[in-house]
């Protein structure tokens, strides 16, 4: 099946600061890939859309200020988390889907682990 | 987005015995998924069921789908404690709109 990478896979920062999360697609093109935030013992609730050579789509209560999102290739999109805070401390994962086709599978990076201290 | 409705929260069984789990989702679909998750990790794909289907297998796994009532069913026969993980619907809504929702989730355990 089709793989998207996710990297890292743990980060570590301090409060304040701004962590950079890539995900790509290895092996098929993407023009819109997802992002999703997990907090502990919950689900994967929906962030954004990101579309490439456009802006990102937000759900309802994500700053996009907050939560940058860049997908500037076909294969690559990046989350920035800027100025973070222990609240945003929860694991995100990133997903895409090969072509246009609705009925095709969602492929799911492996996931980032955040941990704001 | 919101999120779908899975039932049971958690389910303890010992192995070798069948798990099933409940999934509600609110809009019409074009397909809906089923994932595994184990602690803190990426998710698994496990099957992908679409809207003009009732009923699907694969190996150990037997997934239903019932439009009218916006439900789907995963089914684990002859469990293993390999399957011990968190399972999650996904379903992809049929709209212009394409809303993604994941269900609440099901924390499987099975005992040795």
């Known amino acids: 099946g089709a793989v998207v990478s996710q990297h890292p896979s743990r980060v570590i920062c301090k409060s304040g600061t701004s962590v950079k999360i890539e995900c790509r697609s290895l092996?098929?093109?993407?023009?819109?890939m997802f992002w999703y935030r997990q907090f502990p013992k919950q689900s994967l609730m929906l962030m954004a859309t990101?579309?490439?050579?456009?802006?990102?789509?937000?759900e309802q209560g994500v700053e996009k200020d907050k939560f940058l999102i860049n997908h500037a290739s076909l294969t690559l999109s990046t989350l920035t988390v800027t100025s973070a805070h222990p609240e945003d401390s929860s694991f995100y994962i990133c997903?895409?889907?090969?072509?246009?086709?609705?009925?095709?599978?969602?492929?799911f990076g492996q996931g980032t682990r955040l941990t704001v201290v | 987005s919101q999120q779908g409705e899975e039932d049971p929260q958690a389910l303890s069984i010992q192995e070798g015995e069948n798990a099933t789990m409940n999934c509600s989702y609110k809009?019409?679909?074009?397909?809906l998924q089923w994932y595994r998750q184990n602690s803190g990790r990426g998710l698994v794909h496990l099957i992908l069921?679409?809207?003009?289907?009732r009923e699907k297998h694969s190996g150990r796994l037997r997934v239903t789908l019932d439009t009218s009532k916006k439900s789907s069913s995963l089914l684990i026969t002859a469990s293993r404690a390999a399957d011990t993980a968190s399972y999650f619907c996904?379903?992809?809504?049929?709209?212009?709109?394409?809303?993604?929702?994941f269900g609440s989730g099901t924390q499987l355990t099975v005992l040795p």
């Open positions: 996904f379903s992809i809504s049929s709209g212009s709109a394409r809303q993604l929702t």
């Open positions: 069921i679409r809207s003009n289907e």
């Open positions: 092996d098929f093109q993407a023009t819109t």
């Open positions: 809009t019409s679909i074009n397909n």
């Open positions: 997903s895409a889907s090969p072509g246009a086709n609705r009925n095709t599978e969602a492929f």
């Open positions: 990101s579309n490439e050579g456009s802006k990102a789509t937000y």
